[in-house]
DNA sequence: TTAGGGTTAG
């Protein structure tokens, strides 16, 4: 690190070259002070515009500093000192910065005014502007600035095509992503894993792992990187593909691309996600270099696995270890005291937000209403969201429901889905809480007249679907499948464990059936709910000794979880079930969760 | 001076 003695010192180097150096290791060491000084002193002595290399002046490297330094309005302070008329260089530095450090909309605007002043776009401006567009992901926006590009001599220019790629994949519009890239003559690792982002970012899985498989061929060593990677760990992750997943980890370790802390953040979302909670911490504590978003996937497995304490710890132990915890953080600790009902930790660490300069988000209201309202604090969570200092959102008045279905307290329940309606939702999710409220109270007719309403607003209910991973191949079950080539089987084994369950005093619980039918078609409705049927699948086919993965896309119903006890009862075996929210491990007749979930 | 950006839950 060069020694600065500002303003009065005799020591500054007088050439430009040699300044442009200087200012480039005040950025690295991020040292402000020093850098606006010197700012000061270029503007003092009118070297601004002196050359620091054949194609960049001094007032250059200055907007850059104030880009690596998170200050875009430094940056364009710095741009307007610089006279006039700007180089391209000076535009497209700008551009950078604005579009870097989260200012969009202003760096269209300098776009267009560099536009306006006859600086024709270019291979440095155009990746910029693109990148500003797909960060307000207006279609319009998308299309014109394609259509601009394609004027200029850098229409297929690999920096401006991927770009754009993402660009249009920001922008709800990945078909003509799709096409731009495979239009592409050349394509390197960002590119691919731009396009592979986008489609994991849809939900596109398949499509994701395909274009995956393709990026692996097709790259010439070094290949895929750590970023594609990561994005694709989590596609596995998000699909529960624990084998796939698995593989991928191979080939990282072949590479030495597990050692990221990204890679390493994923792979242990993947092993926590797919029930193999020991296989995550170990890889945790094995990882040569940690990020906070390494802290935050083992604090959330942690708490998805109901090892509560394990999580406190852990986010002491993150604080020692000199992260500070970030917005994300803090979520993972709410919901780890939601899964355990800790209604004071949750107040504390909510309180704690601001001390770290956090300003709370929707999310962290929802999960603080969650925690209040599963824990039977249906006023308390009223009045906290009466308190809200911004707009309550649709998860805030779901969690809402959520508890009041718990608690059976369907008026609130009514009134929390009035407020939900009024945000403007659509989504089945809202419907279905409500109406599986109403019927918790045994209000049967309000619990129909809801659904009735979901079906009037055209709105269709998520399908409920279980599956189960073996030797490779996933097997999905719906409610009452029989689809399945083994479902005899199936069948059998349930209907004879059955038996045994309720020797040992199970009686299936018919509350959260909807319809006010008679005992025997309740009874039916629940008993083959598609964990069941997942389940009975595992013991057909997943050898003794090893525990039974299911995973299911809806919340497990309150009969099936203690149905599911039963069956680890008399079964012998272990049954890890992972719903939309959490995981329960269910052993010898009762589960992780300690019923509260 | 230019492009992808990782962890929450959904």
């Given at each position: 690190m060069p020694l600065l003695r500002l303003p009065h010192t005799p020591y500054l180097p007088t050439s430009a070259p040699a300044l442009a150096n200087l200012l480039l290791s005040l950025s690295a060491a991020r040292s402000l002070p020093k850098g606006q000084q010197l700012h000061a002193h270029l503007l003092k002595s009118g070297?601004?515009?002196?050359?620091?290399t054949a194609t960049r002046p001094l007032s250059n490297h200055l907007i850059t500093f104030y880009a690596r330094c998170g200050l875009p309005l430094l940056s364009r302070a710095a741009f307007d000192d610089s006279p006039s008329p700007r180089p391209a260089a000076a535009w497209s530095s700008l551009l950078a910065s604005l579009a870097q450090n989260g200012l969009p909309l202003p760096a269209i605007a300098a776009f267009r005014s560099m536009l306006l002043v006859a600086v024709p776009p270019s291979d440095r401006s155009l990746p910029s502007a693109a990148k500003a567009a797909a960060a307000l992901s207006s279609p319009s926006l998308a299309r014109s600035l394609h259509a601009l590009a394609l004027k200029t001599p850098f229409a297929e220019d690999v920096f401006v095509v991927s770009s754009l790629v993402d660009m249009y994949a920001k922008s709800a519009l990945l078909a003509e992503a799709r096409r731009l890239f495979d239009l592409m003559p050349h394509r390197n690792v960002v590119s691919w894993s731009t396009i592979i982002y986008g489609y994991a970012e849809a939900g596109l899985d398949a499509d994701a792992l395909r274009l995956f498989k393709m990026a692996l061929a097709e790259l010439e060593p070094p290949g895929v990187n750590d970023f594609t990677y990561s994005c694709i760990i989590r596609v596995c992750s998000t699909a529960t593909l624990l084998e796939l997943g698995s593989s991928i980890h191979a080939h990282c370790f072949k590479t030495s691309f597990d050692s990221s802390p990204f890679v390493g953040s994923s792979l242990i979302s993947l092993y926590s996600k797919c029930g193999l909670v020991e296989e995550a911490y170990e890889l945790f504590d094995q990882m040569p270099d940690r990020n906070i978003g390494a802290w935050n996937a083992i604090l959330i497995a942690s708490a998805q696995h109901g090892h509560i304490h394990v999580a406190f710890h852990r986010f002491q132990e993150m604080k020692a270890a000199g992260f500070s915890p970030n917005f994300i953080t803090f979520l993972c600790l709410l919901t780890a005291c939601s899964h355990a009902g800790l209604v004071d930790e949750g107040k504390r660490y909510f309180a704690l937000t601001s001390e770290y300069g956090i300003e709370p988000g929707a999310q962290h209201y929802a999960a603080m209403v969650d925690l209040l309202s599963r824990a039977g604090r249906i006023t308390e969570a009223v009045a906290f969201i009466e308190e809200m200092p911004i707009e309550p959102t649709e998860s805030v008045w779901g969690a809402l429901i959520t508890g009041c279905r718990i608690h059976k307290d369907a008026d609130t329940a009514a009134y929390a889905a009035t407020k939900l309606f009024e945000t403007g939702s659509s989504s089945s999710g809202a419907h279905m809480l409500l109406s599986n409220a109403y019927a918790a109270a045994g209000r049967y007719a309000d619990a129909a007249q809801a659904r009735k309403a979901m079906r009037d607003r055209g709105v269709r209910k998520e399908t409920g679907l279980s599956w189960l991973e073996t030797a490779g191949k996933v097997h999905t079950f719906v409610s009452g499948d029989r689809r399945h080539p083994r479902s005899d089987e199936i069948y059998a084994v349930l209907e004879e464990v059955g038996e045994r369950m309720e020797k040992a005093g199970y009686v299936p619980d018919t509350s959260q059936v909807l319809r006010d039918v008679g005992g025997e078609e309740k009874r039916a409705a629940i008993w083959y709910h598609s964990e069941r049927l997942a389940i009975g699948l595992g013991f057909l086919v997943v050898p003794e000794g090893q525990p039974i993965r299911v995973m299911k896309n809806l919340r497990v119903c309150v009969d099936c979880h203690t149905a599911i006890k039963y069956l680890s009862k008399c079964t012998g075996r272990a049954i890890v079930l992972r719903d939309n929210n959490r995981f329960h491990r269910f052993e010898d007749g009762a589960c992780s969760c300690g019923d509260y979930w």
């Open positions: 070297l601004l515009s002196s050359p620091a």
